[in-house]
């Protein structure tokens, strides 16, 4: 019975472990919210927002052809980078990291949703 326990204790450690690194494909189901502005395909079109494609890792507002707010240009020109971390603060509010920004996206308050999109937006570049 003690090694049975152990054993489950072990199993869920490490399933909640996999499970805070996201899920691609549960991202993929929470981003169909964004798709009325935003692209992830590679060589894909802007839209009402800039493709995602490659965001990950990316230095913010430098997808060519798309017209970025002041406010984005001005944090583009401090060198800011959509870390995951960064795109965890902005996906949980955006006006946390973009005071004056555009997008009328208020955020995501489900953790797990967070993980998932960057999971979803890391698989959606050149590494994925």
Known sequence: MKLSLSVLVAALVVATAARAEGDPAA????????????????????????????VVGRRAGQRE???Y???MQELASTGFTWTEENLRKYLANPK???PKGSMSFVGLKNPQQIEDVIAFLKQNGPKG
Not at 37 to 46: I, K, M, Y
């Open 27 to 54: 991202g993929q189901r929470v981003f169909n919210q964004c798709r009325a502005c935003h692209t992830v395909d590679q060589g894909g079109r802007n839209g009402v927002g800039p493709n995602l494609y490659g």
């Open 65 to 67: 052809g798309f017209r």
């Open 69 to 71: 707010s002041a406010n």
């Open 96 to 98: 946390d990291v973009l």
